[in-house]
């Protein structure tokens, strides 16, 4: 007998046994900060990061328990920030020298930061400099826009349309009689080299390119401009839940976040599949420890690098930026993305989740 939607999530709230703890366990009282693992911690080698501190606010922001957190703790965790912010550029950077070279951990990190302030109560010291939002070379008119576009490959999708979404930022600071002829570029560029019968973009195996529409599709919702070709997605979506291995969190979490953008009406019964496959996914990802690792089997020690797998090649990726010493063990960047697959497979049977229990001493 097939279970029913409500039973499948109910299941799904049961993967968390335990998750809170491991939440807590991340935390450093020094910093106001968050580990990426437990190895991160332990290890004495890492020190807390952005992205990391920034989906621990995610994760306490959507299971309504941010608001709990002390004025103290709260003013904690903006100092983290605000000592992360660089006084010339305003950028905001962790330890590792190497993040200054990823053009999209730079701009993951001031997205973050400036977002996760707000939500504490807190603001930058520093405002970003004119330098910085001046833009790359490419946007100083919409044929260079045009050529660097063309310029990125998309051997992988994940890893070329996230390049290609790193270029939103610069659009939005255009007023709108400015930026019409660069989305003009973009859309054309992207019209032509969407795939018909899939709706997806780039190469790869179906998750890799359900992951990189993912991505764009994030360009298209900044600028409220309709998803072309939606029932396509839909189908390559179905496809790649019932045949292609989720081998990492994203590859979880990806599909069920383009559903929840594509505002379709889900028929119950694909709903009910897809939550259970879903449910069946994050079941192998979770460890021992209370947390969910990003990959099968273990975390990645370099999240910046890892959309792109061992089997896989991309060109000129960045130089990794260990976060952990990649082990069977959760990590923050699985932990944000669980806790959103939750709130979306809920939103998308029309329910209202069940606050999950928090017992730890972190939100007292």
């Not at 590792?96 to 993951?108: E, I, K, S, T």
């Not at 109560?121 to 050529?147: D, I, N, V």
């Not at 660097?148 to 255009?174: E, K, T, V």
């Not at 179905?238 to 976040?257: F, G, V």
Request: with cysteine.
């Amino acid at each position: 007998m097939n279970r029913s939607i409500e039973n499948i999530l109910k299941e799904m709230d049961g993967v968390f046994e335990g998750f809170f703890t491991w939440l807590e366990g991340q935390y450093d009282e020094t910093t106001g900060g968050f580990f990426y693992a437990r190895s991160s911690k332990e290890s004495g080698t890492f020190t807390p990061d952005i992205e990391s501190t920034s989906q621990a606010v995610n994760i306490m922001e959507r299971c309504g328990i941010l608001e709990k957190l002390s004025p103290e703790r709260k003013e904690r965790m903006v100092r983290f920030y605000q000592a992360k912010q660089d006084p010339t550029s305003g950028n905001f950077y962790d330890e590792d020298p190497n993040m200054r070279l990823d053009d999209v951990m730079v701009g993951r990190g001031i997205g973050y930061s400036l977002h996760s302030m707000a939500k504490l109560g807190g603001a930058p010291l520093y405002p970003l400099s004119k330098e910085r939002q001046a833009s790359p070379e490419y946007m100083k008119s919409p044929k260079a826009y045009g050529e660097w576009l063309r310029s990125i490959s998309l051997a992988n999708s994940w890893r070329g349309c996230d390049r290609l979404c790193n270029s939103a930022p610069y659009l939005g600071q255009l007023t709108k009689e400015e930026r019409e002829p660069f989305l003009k570029e973009a859309l054309g560029y992207f019209d032509s080299i969407q795939d018909s019968h899939t709706g997806l973009w780039g190469e790869g195996d179906w998750y890799v390119r359900i992951s990189g529409t993912f991505k764009l599709h994030t360009f298209y919702n900044r600028f409220q401009i309709p998803l072309p070709r939606v029932r396509e997605m839909y189908q390559s979506i179905q496809y790649s839940l019932r045949n292609d291995d989720a081998k990492d969190m994203c590859y979880i979490r990806n599909p069920i976040n383009l559903l929840s953008s594509m505002k379709l009406k889900v028929p119950a019964e694909d709903m009910r599949e897809i939550t259970e496959i879903t449910l069946a996914n994050m079941i192998r990802l979770k460890q021992s420890d209370g947390g969910f690792s990003r990959e099968l089997g273990h975390s990645p020690i370099a999240p910046n690098v890892a959309q792109v797998k061992a089997e896989e090649f991309y060109p000129d990726m960045p130089i990794a930026v260990p976060l952990g010493l990649g082990l069977a063990e959760g990590d923050m960047n699985a932990g944000t993305q669980a806790i959103l697959i939750r709130w979306l497979c809920h939103e998308l049977a029309g329910l209202k989740p069940k606050p999950l229990p928090v017992l730890t001493r972190l939100f007292e």
